[in-house]
Nanobody, 125 residues
Framework: QVQLIDSGGGLVQAGGSLRLSCVFSGERFSTHTMGWFRQAPGKDRDFVSG?????????RYADSVKGRFTISRDNAKNELYLQMNSLKPEDSAVYYCAADRSGDFHSTPGWYDYWGQGTQVTVSS
């Protein structure tokens, strides 16, 4: 069965950095579009970043994280990453990795087939 395990969250001061990781198993990783979403208390689960299949040559970012976050994938390791720099308190949320088996590029949660359990990111002022 498909399993996504995300990790790397923690407590960090504003301006700091974290790197989130997501390990994928159960299906062919390279053919899945991968994405990161985040959900703060009382808010919807929002798109953060996405990366295309195979070589990951296409990436997309929410406007709020452009220039600060970098998504990448390592198909040899079946892993997805999100490097988060210059973190702000408003970045605080539970972050989820997600996989879309269709290979299409979607930015809404409903189109993704598989999800990690979530990892908490808290950025203090």
């Amino acid at each position: 069965q498909v399993q996504l395990i995300d990790s790397g969250g923690g407590l960090v001061q504003a301006g700091g950095s974290l790197r989130l990781s997501c390990v994928f198993s159960g299906e062919r990783f390279s053919t899945h579009t991968m994405g990161w979403f985040r959900q703060a208390p009382g808010k919807d689960r929002d798109f953060v970043s996405g990366i295309s299949v195979n070589g990951g040559g296409i990436t997309r970012y929410a406007d709020s994280v452009k220039g600060r976050f970098t998504i990448s994938r390592d198909n040899a390791k079946n892993e997805l990453y999100l490097q988060m720099n210059s973190l702000k308190p408003e970045d605080s949320a539970v972050y989820y990795c997600a996989a879309d088996r269709s290979g299409d590029f979607h930015s809404t949660p409903g189109w993704y087939d598989y999800w990690g359990q979530g990892t908490q990111v808290t950025v203090s002022s």
